[in-house]
């Protein structure tokens, strides 16, 4: 029987794998680091303030550089470095997929297109699945047998999730109807009603830091932009906007994707 789903479009972080669940030991080993060749902080107040700078913007690659300058008012290069060696030494060791994510790639990869959509610089979210071992998952092979990586990431502002940029670079690559792909992802505002406005069937996976968040949290976080809202605000009233934030599936792990899948087969 063909099949009617053209491709599977995956959010990266939280769902191909949740980093929380060793990013904290992995901050206090890195920190650690530091405080033994001169960061001038203890060890709660060092992680507390870490922690702040991160969330203020995850993707930076200077998370180290302004935790020096905070506690020690300059910049220490062999501080920064300790720092930074040390938690590539610790995630390298400690990342792994997601509960069930192998299998499930495993068992989908010889049956549609599968492709990455994830905010964040492309070197770091490639070097993502590299590490986990999942690359292979998201290409194939063209008709003169060379290799496309359908891996589409970006951190620049206008471009990132829920804007349309990356999944129009999937679309024009891969080829797919909107209304017969799928977005799995695990955040309201990025995922899901970036993907809905375009016509995907959206999968919401309940797992990672952003499980717990509600529709009205996610859409004011999103507002909090002057330029993102007015962009979606002229295009949707807000109403449309909370409609369009709803997923058309739920799930709890990637091991209930396949049943999802099928009752989406089944209606195409």
């Not at 068992?107 to 549609?112: G, I, V």
């Not at 770091?124 to 998201?138: E, M, Y």
């Not at 993102?228 to 709803?246: A, D, P, V």
Request: with cysteine; charged share 30%; net charge positive.
């Amino acid at each position: 029987m063909a099949r009617k789903i053209e491709c599977i479009n995956f959010d990266l972080d939280s769902v191909l794998y949740v980093p929380s669940d060793f990013l904290e030991t992995t901050l206090l080993i890195s920190i650690r680091a530091m405080i033994e060749v001169g960061l001038k902080a203890e060890t709660k107040e060092a992680l507390k303030r870490l922690q702040e700078i991160r969330s203020a913007d995850p993707n930076a690659r200077d998370h180290f550089d302004r935790l020096c300058l905070h506690f020690n008012k300059r910049f220490d290069p062999v501080v920064i470095a300790a720092g930074i060696e040390k938690y590539w030494d610790c995630k390298i060791g400690l990342m792994t997929s997601a509960p069930e994510s192998k299998a499930l790639l495993s068992s989908l990869y010889r049956k549609y297109p599968l492709a990455i959509i994830s905010n964040g610089p492309p070197l770091k979210q490639a070097g993502k699945i590299v590490r986990l071992g999942i690359s292979h998952f998201f290409s194939r092979l063209d008709s003169d047998q060379e290799q496309t990586h359908l891996f589409y990431a970006t951190a620049e502002e206008g471009k990132m999730k829920p804007y349309p940029y990356l999944w129009r670079m999937s679309r024009k690559e891969v080829g797919y109807a909107p209304q017969r792909a799928l977005m799995v992802g695990d955040r309201f505002w990025e995922d899901i009603f970036g993907a809905k406005r375009l016509g995907m069937v959206t999968v919401k996976i309940n797992q990672g830091h952003h499980s717990r968040e509600t529709i009205g949290e996610a859409l004011e976080r999103g507002f909090r932009s002057a330029k993102t809202s007015g962009y979606f605000l002229r295009r949707h009233s807000k109403e449309e906007i909370r409609r369009l934030m709803t997923p058309d599936h739920a799930i709890t792990s990637l091991g209930k994707l396949e049943e999802v899948i099928q009752e989406v087969e089944e209606r195409l």
